[in-house]
């Protein structure tokens, strides 16, 4: 069982919704991310975030530390933003170490 | 354009073949990592070096031995590998080992026949 779990793990939406993709993790962290993987492999750094909310653009992040969850949102979703989606937790003992989720793919359709 | 090179970006080999992966960055990073990832399943980190030096290496087989000659190049050598090891392997740096952002390269698609 990974300790880092995604939800869901296909979504498919339509041109124009709301998206929320949501991550577990089991301990304490010191740092999520927030990964984009387009088809052919390449990945993407969106957010990293240690608490609270990033945005960037069409793109907002949350995490609730004491929930020990994330969400990444995508407002009026294109499909340009179709993608598998990780998120990966730095546990707070780790150093250097990722532990990645296995990720969302989502595809948006026009 | 993320500033993180990987060639080549597919390689067919056989199990007896000996062929190397390269990385390369150009942001004046110091750590640089590889990953492996598997169809179906979560990437994994193999290998981490900070100033050159290996600082994590994830229990990898001995068939995978990293190269590190400076901060900006990262090889990847293979030997006798298995089918089970075809997979997308990554390329990723960052300007240190704690928490920083990892800039990925593209990736070399491997198959091994």
């Known amino acids: 069982k990974n300790e880092v779990e995604q939800s869901p793990q296909n979504l498919t939406a339509q041109e124009g919704e709301f998206i929320t993709i949501n991550c577990s993790y089991s301990?304490?962290?010191?740092?999520l991310h927030w990964l984009q993987q387009h088809p052919g492999g390449g990945i993407v750094s969106l957010f990293m975030?240690?608490?609270g909310k990033k945005k960037h653009g069409r793109l907002i992040a949350t995490i609730n530390i004491q929930e020990k969850h994330s969400s990444l949102h995508i407002t009026a979703s294109h499909p340009r933003d179709s993608a598998v989606y990780i998120c990966?937790?730095?546990?707070?003992?780790?150093?250097?170490?990722?532990?990645f989720g296995e990720g969302t793919q989502l595809t948006v359709n026009p | 354009e993320t500033g993180v090179t990987q060639t080549p970006r597919h390689l067919v080999m056989g199990m007896t073949n000996k062929k190397s992966l390269k990385c390369e960055q150009h942001l004046g990073h110091n750590a640089m990592y590889w990953y492996k990832q598997s169809a179906k399943k979560p990437l994994e980190l193999m290998f981490v070096?900070?100033?050159?030096?290996?600082?994590e290496n994830n229990s990898v087989p001995s068939r995978f031995s990293p190269e590190c000659p400076n901060s900006s190049h990262l090889f990847l050598h293979l030997h006798t590998l298995q089918p089970e090891d075809s997979a997308l392997y990554l390329c990723?740096?960052?300007?240190?080992?704690?928490?920083?952002?990892?800039?990925f390269g593209p990736g070399t698609r491997l198959t091994v026949t």
């Open positions: 975030l240690s608490s």
């Open positions: 301990v304490g962290i010191s740092a």
């Open positions: 070096y900070n100033f050159k030096e290996q600082t």
């Open positions: 990723a740096s960052s300007p240190g080992t704690s928490s920083y952002e990892q800039y």
């Open positions: 990966a937790v730095r546990w707070g003992t780790s150093g250097s170490r990722l532990t």
